[in-house]
């Protein structure tokens, strides 16, 4: 599968405020200012977002269904919660790999939304084709979500030499007949 970027309405979704709210912000991209927000949120999965995910899961059921309904003709199960991520300025947030590196299994597909605007060097870095090794940035903005095959396209972040942080979240899904149900993988 090929990069694929969908749109999807925030105004429906407001995982952006929801995100503000949780974090105490009027502005994510400010966020690496507050060491207080760097040091509650330095894992993907141990953060302020996961921890309250529970107040969005309903919103977020209805986001993965509906963001994905068009595209393939089913879904498995998908990841839930998601991993919600934060790439401060200043920092890189995760090395290159593969998912499959970590024992994810084939068929399974990444789906990143990030809830600020990404570019350069504060955004996920993919490679062209497998093995290609031709890191490059997805430009996307808030409203836009990325689909890609994350178990073998090698992806990552570099250091964040812009003065955005980029706060986002990504799961996983497994195409295929339904019902869709929640997994934690």
Known sequence: MQLKILEFNPERYRFREWACEVLGTNCLESIHKSEKIKVLNRSPTCNQLSQLFSEIEESYRSFVLELLGDMVLGVSS?????????????????????????????????????????????????????????????????????????????????????NSTRVSFDFRYLPGEGPALPTSY
């Open 78 to 162: 998908y990841q839930s919660p998601p991993s919600f991520r934060f790439h401060y300025c200043g920092r890189s947030s995760s090395v290159f790999h593969r998912d499959k590196d970590f024992g994810v299994e084939d068929g399974r597909l990444n789906v990143w939304v990030p809830l600020t605007n990404v570019w350069g060097e504060n955004s996920l870095w993919i490679e062209s084709e497998i093995g290609a090794k031709d890191y490059k940035p997805i430009t996307l903005k808030a409203g836009q979500a990325l689909i890609f095959d994350g178990v073998n396209l090698g992806h990552g972040s570099k250091i964040n030499t812009t």
